[in-house]
């Protein structure tokens, strides 16, 4: 009999998937140089040069070989690295050729279809307050897969500055690996830690200023497999948490997504099209570096997941309906923490900074301006994403410098 896996299978595998990803990665830049995988320098990119693709291939190899030492060779573990291998290497392909929209998405349903006719799919989801909501097999794997395409496209979407993807998606696997050991799911948790140790193997050589990103290989990858450990490690339980947790833990790349796909569809453009109007984006017009954005999105989703960690672990409830009234309160308290955060990020970082910040320009181009006309012109520069780069004054600019910020 096989044993059963535990928390330290998951830390060994973890260490494994970092240490390939990492001495990979370099060799995989080279590739993508040579084989023409590169990302040129655009005007609504964050990027300053020419910089290497193809690192998701370094994601792979991490994952797969932590995969083979420590994953039970099961049908459903085919299922994953299967259909992992097929969307990095549709990932590819678009990474060097830049393939349409259409055949990118007949790529991404193949592989999300390969681990659903795997079993890995849902067949029921507990949803708070409701109960159990039972699918038909057929049902529940439609809705996975289109939940899995979702989720690729989520992760790369907001793959757009130095070292977000690959470090939200390893914070996001952490919370996920706690809460699968804890619901008894061992193979969801080790597989959680593997892609949790491949990202932030990646992240050494991603980090700004970035040696190589890891193009649509690697952010479809890592989607695609977030998606498979959601499922397997919470989604196909009867836990309160099953539902509640992933989307607390994606949460800031779902919000970025839905925020950006909304305003193309109010502007009538396809929620494929490529624009400057991400978080990352928006950060950087209001003055901060790729690190500090970063760092604030990491800081964000650390937050959520620990909220959705915590959901689980806090005994606020009897798994009875009753509500324990001390723990209840932590909970309440963790929770207006988290949504105290989430404000401040949006509102005061993207709008009150800004507002100063415009203030500034729009006084040093004309003393004589009202405070009526900058909170016009801020309101309509935020309705409609449409700003210029704000330049911080000299005063402010110095003082980052001072702080060693780059």
Wanted: proline share 4%.
């Amino acid at each position: 009999m096989a044993r059963e896996m535990d928390e330290s299978d998951a830390l060994y595998a973890f260490l494994v998937a970092l240490a390939v990803a990492a001495l990979l990665t370099p060799f995989v830049a080279r590739v993508a140089v040579r084989v023409g995988a590169v990302d040129e320098p655009r005007e609504r990119g964050l990027a300053a040069r020419t910089t290497p693709l193809l690192g998701g291939l370094a994601i792979l190899a991490g994952v797969l070989v932590a995969a083979a030492l420590w994953l039970p060779v099961d049908e459903q573990t085919r299922g994953i690295l299967g259909g992992a291998a097929l969307i990095a290497f549709v990932g590819a392909i678009d990474d060097i050729f830049d393939l349409g929209p259409g055949i990118k998405l007949v790529g991404q349903i193949g592989a999300a279809l390969i681990p659903v006719l795997s079993g890995v799919r849902v067949e029921h989801v507990t949803l708070p307050f409701a109960g159990a909501l039972d699918f038909h097999a057929g049902g529940g794997g439609a809705l996975t897969v289109i939940g899995l395409v979702g989720l690729m496209n989520v992760v790369n979407f907001s793959d757009g500055v130095d070292g977000l993807a690959a470090g939200v998606c390893a914070i996001s696997s952490v919370a996920f690996s706690i809460i699968a050991f804890d619901l008894g799911r061992t193979s969801a948790g080790v597989l959680a830690a593997i892609v949790a140790g491949a990202a932030l193997g990646f992240l050494i050589h991603n980090f700004h200023p970035a040696s190589v990103f890891m193009g649509d290989c690697g952010a479809l990858l890592l989607g695609l497999l977030l998606g498979c450990v959601a499922v397997q490690g919470s989604l196909k339980t009867n836990a309160l948490i099953a539902l509640v947790g992933p989307l607390a833990i994606l949460a800031v790349p779902f919000l970025d997504t839905s925020f950006v796909i909304a305003r193309r569809l109010k502007h009538r453009r396809a929620p494929w099209s490529a624009d400057a109007q991400h978080f990352h984006h928006r950060f950087a017009r209001v003055g901060f570096s790729q690190r500090r954005t970063v760092l604030y999105l990491y800081a964000w989703t650390f937050a959520l997941a620990g909220l959705a960690v915590a959901l689980r672990f806090v005994p606020y409830s009897d798994n009875h309906g009753h509500f324990r009234l001390g723990w209840t309160l932590v909970m309440v308290v963790l929770g207006l923490l988290v949504l105290a955060a989430s404000v401040y990020l949006v509102v005061v970082l993207e709008i009150l900074k800004l507002k100063r910040l415009r203030a500034w320009q729009l006084r040093r181009a004309d003393p004589a301006t009202s405070e009526h006309e900058i909170d016009a012109q801020v309101e309509h520069e935020l309705a409609t994403g449409e700003f210029s780069a704000v330049v911080p004054p000299p005063a402010a600019a110095e003082g980052s410098a001072q702080r060693g910020r780059p």
